[in-house]
């Protein structure tokens, strides 16, 4: 599975941008999706995921400004950035986790893409 990611951008605080992720092979329609979002200097934290069957969960930070989406025909993921704010500058990553085996989950990780909010 190859997952390249795109749409980040420069963007003025209040700005909104969409953020996708298509995903290459037969396995997106039966993976969990997710965003990460890594601030310079910090740690990669989740932003939001998405089940197989479209049940979404968000990092308290974004509620009510991000909504992730997905097409399983088009093995494609979204995240639509809503009301900027300086703090989500940094690199955004999609995922796919899969389980493996009994308590087993493999992640796929894609490149990355750059989102920058100025003040």
């Known amino acids: 599975v190859q997952l390249q990611a795109s749409g980040g951008g420069l963007v003025q605080a209040g700005g909104s941008l969409r953020l996708s992720c298509e995903a290459s092979?037969?396995?997106?329609?039966?993976?969990?999706m997710g965003w990460y979002h890594q601030a310079p200097g910090k740690q990669r934290e989740m932003v939001a995921t998405i089940t197989s069957g479209g049940n979404t969960n968000y990092a308290d930070s974004v509620k009510g400004r991000f909504t992730i989406s997905r097409d399983n025909v088009k093995s494609t993921g979204y995240l639509q950035m809503n009301s900027l704010k300086p703090e989500d500058t940094g690199v955004y990553y999609c995922?796919?986790?899969?389980?493996?085996?009994?308590?087993?989950?493999?992640?796929?990780w894609g490149q990355g893409t750059l989102v920058t909010v100025s003040s």
């Open positions: 092979g037969s396995l997106f329609s039966t993976s969990i």
């Open positions: 995922n796919l986790r899969r389980q493996i085996g009994i308590g087993l989950l493999y992640d796929y």
